[in-house]
């Protein structure tokens, strides 16, 4: 187990390093680990990135907060939209998005509703805000802050955002024709989705994770190589920026996020 | 509403008429349309009203994001229906609205953003309902009892229509207006605020501070919502309080987290009693702003909140 960086700090830099100069696209409601990938991106490779979709534009946030939606999160910004932009945004779509969830499946479809019956949950959870980003959108990304066979479940019972919903020919006749999500990164690993089923199938795992323990914390079955690849861990560089640029006051220090 | 000089009624109430105002224009099982968005700017002092109007059955709807205000009027028993996209304190889930679900006491709707915005945009421009062309594949859609897909007139692409919404009361809060209900937002987010204004059959708003017609006619670009489509106006200090009315004040995060604490621990013992206390405190029991602000430890407490804000 590294001490050097906590997850967080991790799954912010996978992301960046995903992250094109020149694209659009915003943090989404879980905002904290998604708002620094972008920051970062923006001052390791991608300055042009733009931020919009969520009623401002271009913030210049002093620092990271778990939302983005209010004045002291944004900090400024160049132009503040309202709601009525929301049809346009949602229409052309963002390059990129970023989703969370209560559950997660195989497919990579997103519940943040309930679990349980729906006219009777267990637990009821917050809804979301908006689904069309992730319909629209070139491709969004998973971030899970756990990853356990509570979250990560065969098939969801809530779709709140549909991922892959159950494979190719479900997306088509759902009339989904973006890419979807591309990666979900949890705590341990990060899984890409198989081209031909579209499940998730282990990309790499974190340094310090065994594929027997994902297997194990993971409540549907993926494809992995027997030796699975190991995940680049942040370099020196990364972590100097994203804590003296992006992070300044420690929102994704260990010990904030758990350690890694 | 009295007659101001030149013959010009004021739509200025005062504190002890807004209860009354809200009785006028609201009635048990009315429509409901809070402004602001999670915790900012939301008109929490007229929703402390509400609750002590003791009208209920209420049917809520709001800006796509929504917190402490409606798990309060949920947990003063007041609400029947939530047509609510995003209900979270952001860092924790709802644990009045949960409770309620779970026990099957309210109906939560699955709503998104683009059901109330389109709704809020059809009553607005006076159509029967707003096209959405941007949903697929979520059970939002195929749950959501004000999404119907219909055919395009123009073409063969999949379409949903969400219906008109026009809520019978929509309560705002902004920084500042005047006694003729023109408001002016000094915050840079505005959300939803001035689409509600215009689609609710009446508009109740409260202003931290009340400003002379003149301000208002030196900046008429700084106006946000145009007093044409607002019904009463109230100056209630600290009247977003606990969320924030920027650049005023900072939302109380302390003071929410708190509220959160107490009805989580009601809804996991399965007693109603905390957040009885809680609304005798400084719901029920509070006469006026001043009384409840002497409940929060008086203006001295709410000093950081100012620091805060006027650091950003």
């Given at each position: 187990?590294s001490?050097?960086y906590s997850?967080?700090?991790?799954?912010?830099?996978?992301?960046?390093?995903?992250?094109?100069?020149?694209?659009?696209?915003?943090?989404?409601?879980a905002?904290?680990?998604?708002?620094?990938?972008?920051?970062?991106?923006?001052?390791?490779?991608?300055?042009?990135?733009?931020?919009?979709?969520?009623?401002?534009v271009?913030?210049?946030?002093?620092?990271?907060?778990?939302?983005?939606?209010?004045?002291?999160?944004?900090?400024?910004?160049?132009a503040?939209?309202?709601?009525?932009?929301l049809?346009?945004?949602?229409h052309?779509?963002?390059?990129?998005?970023?989703?969370?969830?209560?559950?997660?499946?195989?497919?990579?479809?997103?519940?943040?509703?309930?679990?349980?019956?729906?006219?009777?949950?267990?637990?009821?959870?917050?809804?979301?805000?908006?689904?069309?980003?992730g319909?629209?959108?070139?491709r969004f990304y998973?971030?899970?802050t756990?990853?356990?066979?509570?979250?990560?479940?065969?098939?969801?019972?809530?779709?709140?955002?549909?991922?892959?919903?159950?494979?190719?020919?479900?997306?088509?006749?759902?009339?989904?024709?973006?890419?979807?999500?591309?990666y979900?990164?949890?705590?341990?690993?990060?899984?890409?989705?198989?081209?031909?089923?579209l499940?998730?199938?282990?990309?790499?795992?974190?340094?310090?994770?065994?594929?027997?323990?994902?297997?194990a914390?993971t409540?549907?079955?993926?494809?992995?190589?027997?030796?699975?690849?190991?995940?680049?861990?942040p370099?020196d560089?990364?972590?100097?920026?994203?804590?003296?640029?992006?992070?300044?006051?420690?929102?994704?220090?260990?010990?904030?996020?758990?350690?890694h | 509403?009295?007659?101001?000089?030149?013959?010009?009624h004021?739509?200025?109430?005062g504190a002890?008429?807004?209860?009354?105002?809200?009785?006028?224009f609201?009635?048990d099982?009315?429509s409901?349309?809070?402004?602001?968005?999670?915790?900012q700017?939301?008109?929490?002092?007229?929703?402390?009203?509400?609750?002590?109007?003791?009208?209920?059955?209420?049917?809520?709807?709001s800006?796509?994001?929504?917190?402490?205000?409606?798990?309060?009027?949920?947990?003063?028993?007041?609400?029947?229906?939530?047509f609510?996209?995003?209900?979270?304190?952001?860092?924790?889930f709802?644990?009045?609205?949960?409770?309620?679900?779970?026990?099957?006491e309210?109906?939560?709707?699955?709503i998104?953003?683009?059901?109330?915005?389109?709704?809020?945009?059809?009553?607005?421009?006076?159509v029967?309902?707003?096209?959405?062309?941007?949903?697929?594949?979520?059970d939002?859609?195929?749950?959501?009892?004000?999404?119907?897909?219909?055919a395009?007139?123009?073409?063969?692409?999949?379409?949903?229509a969400?219906?008109?919404?026009?809520?019978?009361?929509?309560?705002?809060?902004?920084?500042?207006g005047?006694?003729?209900?023109n408001?002016?937002?000094?915050?840079?987010?505005?959300?939803?605020?001035?689409?509600?204004?215009?689609a609710?059959?009446h508009?109740?708003?409260?202003v931290?501070?009340?400003?002379?017609?003149?301000?208002i006619?030196?900046?008429?670009r700084?106006?946000?919502?145009?007093?044409i489509y607002?019904?009463?106006?109230?100056?209630?200090?600290?009247g977003?309080?606990?969320?924030?009315?920027?650049?005023?004040?900072?939302?109380?995060?302390?003071?929410?987290?708190?509220?959160?604490?107490?009805?989580?621990a009601?809804?996991?013992?399965g007693?109603?009693?905390?957040?009885?206390?809680?609304?005798?405190?400084?719901?029920?029991?509070?006469?006026?702003?001043?009384?409840?602000?002497?409940?929060?430890?008086?203006?001295?407490?709410?000093?950081?909140?100012?620091?805060?804000?006027?650091?950003?």
């Amino acid at each position: 187990m590294s001490e050097r960086y906590s997850t967080g700090e991790l799954l912010a830099v996978l992301l960046a390093r995903d992250l094109r100069d020149g694209e659009t696209g915003a943090a989404g409601a879980a905002a904290l680990i998604p708002m620094a990938a972008i920051m970062l991106a923006r001052a390791m490779h991608a300055p042009n990135i733009q931020i919009a979709g969520e009623m401002f534009v271009n913030p210049r946030p002093r620092q990271l907060w778990d939302s983005m939606l209010d004045d002291r999160a944004l900090g400024t910004c160049e132009a503040s939209e309202t709601f009525t932009e929301l049809f346009g945004h949602s229409h052309r779509g963002l390059d990129f998005f970023f989703h969370s969830g209560l559950q997660i499946d195989a497919h990579g479809n997103i519940n943040l509703h309930a679990i349980g019956p729906w006219d009777r949950p267990t637990l009821r959870g917050p809804g979301a805000a908006n689904i069309s980003y992730g319909v629209r959108s070139r491709r969004f990304y998973i971030t899970a802050t756990s990853h356990t066979r509570r979250n990560f479940v065969e098939r969801v019972d809530f779709v709140t955002v549909p991922g892959n919903l159950d494979g190719p020919d479900s997306r088509a006749r759902a009339g989904l024709v973006r890419e979807g999500p591309r990666y979900c990164l949890t705590p341990r690993c990060v899984f890409d989705f198989d081209p031909e089923t579209l499940r998730m199938r282990l990309r790499s795992l974190h340094p310090g994770h065994t594929l027997e323990e994902v297997v194990a914390e993971t409540g549907f079955r993926f494809a992995a190589d027997p030796e699975p690849a190991t995940t680049v861990p942040p370099s020196d560089d990364e972590l100097r920026v994203l804590r003296t640029v992006v992070d300044p006051r420690g929102a994704l220090a260990p010990g904030r996020t758990a350690r890694h | 509403m009295t007659p101001s000089a030149g013959g010009r009624h004021s739509k200025l109430i005062g504190a002890a008429e807004i209860g009354p105002t809200l009785l006028r224009f609201g009635r048990d099982g009315c429509s409901v349309c809070l402004g602001g968005l999670f915790k900012q700017g939301r008109p929490v002092a007229l929703v402390r009203e509400l609750i002590r109007t003791g009208l209920s059955d209420l049917r809520l709807f709001s800006s796509p994001g929504s917190g402490y205000d409606v798990d309060l009027l949920i947990a003063a028993g007041r609400v029947a229906e939530t047509f609510l996209p995003a209900v979270t304190l952001e860092n924790r889930f709802c644990p009045s609205f949960r409770g309620a679900v779970e026990r099957g006491e309210i109906t939560a709707h699955a709503i998104d953003a683009l059901t109330v915005v389109g709704g809020l945009m059809a009553a607005a421009h006076g159509v029967p309902f707003q096209p959405v062309a941007a949903w697929a594949g979520s059970d939002v859609t195929s749950l959501n009892p004000l999404a119907r897909p219909i055919a395009s007139p123009f073409g063969d692409e999949p379409l949903y229509a969400v219906p008109a919404i026009r809520p019978d009361l929509v309560l705002l809060h902004a920084q500042e207006g005047d006694e003729y209900g023109n408001l002016r937002n000094l915050s840079t987010m505005t959300y939803a605020d001035a689409l509600m204004a215009r689609a609710g059959q009446h508009v109740v708003a409260s202003v931290d501070k009340l400003v002379p017609n003149e301000a208002i006619l030196r900046d008429p670009r700084g106006t946000t919502v145009a007093g044409i489509y607002v019904d009463a106006v109230v100056e209630i200090p600290f009247g977003a309080h606990p969320t924030a009315s920027f650049p005023h004040y900072s939302m109380d995060e302390s003071f929410i987290e708190r509220f959160a604490d107490l009805a989580e621990a009601g809804r996991r013992a399965g007693s109603t009693a905390e957040v009885t206390a809680y609304l005798e405190r400084f719901v029920l029991g509070p006469a006026d702003i001043f009384d409840y602000l002497e409940a929060l430890g008086g203006y001295r407490a709410l000093a950081p909140l100012e620091r805060e804000a006027r650091f950003l």
